[in-house]
């Protein structure tokens, strides 16, 4: 049982949007930052989003971030079928004193 | 170009042991923590462990606490978890990764090794 809530998959068409949630709890994402990751079979996790909303050098604005209260939520716009992936949230838990994943969503792109 | 090697990992008897390595380049090792994270088969990324920079700092996951280690020779720019007392829910992709700072308090991993496989069963 994961800290962080997500939901098991989301499906979209391509070129629509679709955003992926992760709901924790006043320990983690309600005090503490939040990053998402696309995680591919065979490969190392790729990270999006850190700090809630930013995104690193290279990741398209097509992914975007957002933290509201005790949750945050990952959009992904113009969807493509190489975003075919599982997409992971993650945060620090101040009184687990430890990092915090989702379970994971996995993302088709019809 | 920063870059981490995971290496060690294989097939295991439950009960047994194996240490991972982390080898690392192309960054100062010592002023980066390092941390442990693992993705069982078919299942989510679970958090493992984490170290400090100077080594004096180091926590674990629930699940692996008192039979992991976690450990780093900063002369060698080498990260280990050693793993003792091994069981079938430990089989898994090992990866490291770095922290973005030198303590273990992190909410983001921009650098990843690609992993190795930990196999526990007879």
């Known amino acids: 049982q994961s800290v962080l809530t997500q939901p098991p998959s989301v499906s979209a068409a391509p070129g629509q949007e679709v955003t992926i949630s992760c709901s924790g709890g006043?320990?983690?994402?309600?005090?503490?930052?939040v990053s998402w990751y696309q995680k591919l079979p065979g490969t190392a996790p790729k990270l999006l989003i850190f700090?809630?909303?930013e995104r690193p050098s290279g990741i398209p604005d097509r992914f975007s971030g957002s933290r509201s209260g005790t949750s945050a939520t990952l959009g992904i716009s113009g969807l493509q079928t190489g975003d075919e992936a599982d997409y992971f949230c993650a945060s620090w838990d101040s009184s687990l004193y430890a990092v915090v994943f989702g379970g994971g969503t996995k993302l088709t792109v019809l | 170009e920063v870059q981490l090697l995971e290496s060690g990992g294989g097939l295991v008897q439950p009960g047994g042991s194996l240490r991972l390595s982390c080898a690392a380049s192309g960054f100062t090792f010592d002023t980066y923590g390092m941390s442990w994270v693992r993705q069982a088969p078919g299942k989510g990324l679970e958090w493992v462990s984490s170290i400090s920079g100077t080594g004096d700092s180091t926590i674990y996951a629930p699940s692996v606490k008192g039979r992991f280690a976690i450990s780093r020779d900063n002369s060698r720019n080498t990260a280990y978890l050693q793993m003792n007392s091994l069981r079938g829910e430990d089989t898994a992709v090992y990866f490291c990764a770095r922290v973005p700072v030198i303590t273990v308090v992190t909410h983001y991993y921009v650098f990843w090794g690609q992993g190795t496989l930990v196999s526990v069963s007879t």
């Open positions: 006043p320990s983690n994402i309600g005090k503490n930052l």
């Open positions: 700090d809630n909303h």
